[in-house]
């Protein structure tokens, strides 16, 4: 009975063995076809790839293909890349992500100084400022690298043999400019030659110039030898034309009179269109600013100012230039400006363009405007 039992028992045990060693062999064949099934389709997608990459790419699909022969492998080794395989893993566009777009920029930025000091006896030298400003780029162009700006303002700058207080004004504005997170660019309008000189019609050429250099909407016209006391004065565009500089030393740091527009003043493109510009027949010293003024107010705008304590300038002192005597016709020409703007301005303008050169620190460009018509004789 014993001998029964223990012939039962070791039956069984070796059929048990049997089994474990069937299904080992089973597993073994298994995964051996599943490598060989692998390692051939490798092959075979290979050479599908290399004949049809054209069709893959175009349809989007990007095969991967594992080599598991490869020994002490990772399975990001086994990893064949599309550019291994001939066959591009980039789809046709451009998948990169768009930035994201910059906030506005404040309307009171945080980086200004406010009350300025402004001195002319330092000797000033274009390469100096030109190390102030490394951020400034050709063509006298800034713009704020983490906000977007309102405004895109172009400044503009009639000018004749004035090279000295260029250095200056350059000097000061550009760090002031750029603490007011203002985008800008620089322009110098420079009449050539010796006739008598003409400013407003040297603001309208600074218009038409600047708008094929970019899409200004804002326009600043600056005197050179003026520069701001106080960079709260923002040198952007208003809902009503802009009058800067109201407080000048050389006036006592007051308005001279309420009509008064001249130094530094901002219009929008759309307000100087508004007034069909500048005129063009202000010959000399005097008057065009008047006739600016009486401009907007026939138009049914009014003239905004900062506070006169914000509003306040420094003139670089100097002698009157040559071949910019005062105009005796002024008065005349004032009293006329409903008569004349619609004919005399922006629409009327004609000069020849000479030059146009971009200085790191500014854009220079020389023109000829013509000469004053004879004046009529007195018999």
């Known amino acids: 009975m014993t001998r029964l039992m223990l012939g039962r028992t070791l039956e069984r045990i070796c059929k048990g063995v049997l089994l474990l060693c069937l299904l080992h062999f089973l597993i073994m064949m298994i995964l051996y076809f599943d490598v060989y099934s692998q390692r051939f ?28 022969s490869r020994p002490n492998g990772t399975m990001a080794s086994y990893l064949a890349t599309g550019e291994q395989l001939g066959i591009s893993t980039q789809p046709e566009t451009n998948q990169t992500p ?29 390469e100096r400022v030109q190390k102030e400003n490394p951020n400034v780029t050709e063509g006298g162009r800034y713009t704020p690298p983490d906000c977007r700006p309102r405004w895109k303002v172009a400044i503009i700058i009639p000018f004749r043999h004035r090279e000295n207080h260029l250095k200056y004004w350059l ?54 030898d003026l520069i701001p006391m106080d960079d709260r004065n923002l040198y952007h ?43 063009n027949e202000y010959w000399g010293w005097g008057g065009e600013d008047d006739d600016i003024y009486n401009r907007i107010t026939l138009n049914g705008m009014k003239v905004s100012r900062p506070d006169v304590r914000i509003g306040r300038y420094r003139m670089i002192k100097h002698e009157r230039d040559k071949h910019n005597e005062p105009n005796p016709q002024r008065f005349n020409k004032i009293q006329n400006t409903k008569n004349t703007m619609k004919k005399d301005g922006i629409s009327s303008l004609t000069y020849k363009l000479l030059e146009v050169r971009r200085f790191p620190l500014y854009t220079n460009i020389s023109v000829e405007i013509g000469k004053p018509p004879p004046r009529p004789f007195k018999g």
């Open 171 to 224: 000097h000061y504005l550009h760090p002031i400019l750029r603490r007011q997170r203002i985008d800008y660019g620089i322009y110098i309008i420079n009449q050539l030659g010796e006739d008598t000189f003409n400013r407003a019609k040297l603001l309208n050429v600074g218009y038409s110039e600047a708008l094929k250099d970019a899409e200004y909407d804002c326009f600043i016209f600056s005197d050179v």
């Open 237 to 279: 565009c208003y809902d009503q034309p802009r009058h800067f500089a109201i407080a000048m030393d050389k006036f006592g740091f007051r308005l001279p009179y309420a009509g008064y527009f001249g130094g530094v003043s901002g219009l929008s493109k759309k307000q100087f269109l508004k007034i069909n510009g500048f005129p």
């Open 41 to 68: 389709d490798l092959f075979s997608r290979f050479n599908n790839g290399r004949n049809g990459s054209r069709n893959n790419i175009s349809s989007g699909h990007h095969y991967y293909y594992y080599n598991l």
């Open 98 to 126: 768009s930035p994201k777009p910059l906030p506005p920029c404040p309307e009171n930025p945080p980086g200004l100084v406010g009350r300025l000091l402004i001195e002319f006896s330092s000797q000033m030298t274009m």
